[in-house]
């Protein structure tokens, strides 16, 4: 599948011109036989706060499976997006930062991880079923009066297929062992007493947390 941003209406992904000379500047400098063939590669790796995560590395258009998608741009460049990738990355835009620490490439996604997952702040109504009633009932009596020692509270914003997605406010905002509660404790727990959840996503973003129980361990 091959789309081309110099003609589409509607292109899957663009990307502006300080990110593209910035991507070409490093493919000008790899050691990789036929560099004029590399292309950037584009791919949703998670989930981070209320959006995607990304992994974006040079390799080789001629890679591209018949499901990737090769998005042609100026000076003989292509950014591909896997197929896993293709259609949560419609509408995105690769851009630049400028930020005074130092730039760097970063996608502008207008997508969410879930059509009921907006960003902090941000009312949902109560996800309704058997299947998130019953996981919000594994919240109330097992979850949240166990992470309540803390001060944290785990709340459910949505259930998509076998994925439930949750947001922690109180003290696991921020808290430098969010990922740890929620993969040997929260998500452990909702499994076992929800055996259609096999997944859970955290959406918090931590970023905005105060007082945190733990601090975030220091690198």
Not at 3 to 8: A, G, I, L, M
Not at 67 to 73: H, I, K, L, P
Not at 108 to 132: H, L
């Amino acid at each position: 599948m091959t789309f081309d941003t110099s003609t589409s209406d509607q292109p899957l992904v663009q990307i502006t011109d300080a990110a593209r000379e910035l991507v070409l500047a490093y493919r000008g400098h790899s050691d990789k036989p036929n560099p004029e063939r590399l292309a950037m590669w584009v791919e949703i790796t998670g989930v981070s706060g209320s959006g995607f995560s990304y992994d974006m590395y040079l390799k080789t258009v001629d890679d591209a499976a018949p499901g990737d998608a090769v998005v042609s741009a100026a000076e003989g460049l292509h950014v591909v997006i896997p197929s896993g990738s293709v259609d949560q990355m419609q509408g995105s835009t690769i851009d630049l930062s400028d930020s005074p620490g130092g730039g760097g490439l970063f996608v502008r996604n207008p997508q969410s991880p879930s059509p009921a997952v907006g960003g902090a702040g941000q009312s949902t109504a109560a996800p309704t079923g058997p299947v998130a009633e019953r996981v919000i009932h594994v919240l109330d009596q097992q979850i949240n009066p166990a992470i309540a020692a803390h001060g944290g509270h785990a709340e459910l914003v949505a259930v998509e297929d076998d994925i439930a997605y949750l947001r922690l406010s109180g003290g696991c905002q921020g808290c430098g062992m969010a990922s740890v509660t929620l993969s040997q404790g929260i998500e452990v727990t909702l499994r076992e007493g929800v055996p259609e959840i096999s997944r859970v996503v955290d959406v918090t973003d931590h970023e905005a947390g105060a007082n945190p129980y733990y601090e975030a361990a220091k690198k």
